[in-house]
């Protein structure tokens, strides 16, 4: 039987994706986000699109600060486009 690929839902496009094609933002349990490239960092997760248009679309839409009820910083864009390339 074929191993099942877990798939995950982009915050900022709404697409269905392997978890592998997605990068997981992580909100600590101390409240603090990190970019999370090991995919199993303890705390509230949320995915986006390893894509330059999807992360314009969820800084735009405000997806992250809804998932994570935060503001999000400058900085913090720049370590997710970091990221993604």
């Given at each position: 039987m074929p191993k099942k690929i877990p798939?995950?839902?982009c915050i900022a496009t709404?697409?269905?994706l392997p978890k592998g094609?997605?990068?997981?933002?992580?909100?600590?349990?101390?409240?603090?986000l990190e970019v999370?490239?090991?995919?199993?960092?303890n705390g509230r997760g949320?995915?986006?699109k390893k894509d330059k248009a999807a992360v314009e679309?969820?800084?735009?839409?405000?997806?992250?600060?809804k998932a994570?009820?935060?503001?999000?910083?400058?900085e913090f864009?720049?370590?997710?486009?970091n990221a993604i390339k």
């Open positions: 798939m995950r839902r709404g697409e269905q094609k997605l990068l997981r933002i992580v909100r600590t349990p101390q409240g603090t999370d490239l090991s995919g199993k960092a949320a995915y986006l679309t969820a800084r735009k839409k405000g997806c992250l600060q994570f009820e935060t503001d999000i910083s400058e864009w720049q370590k997710i486009e």
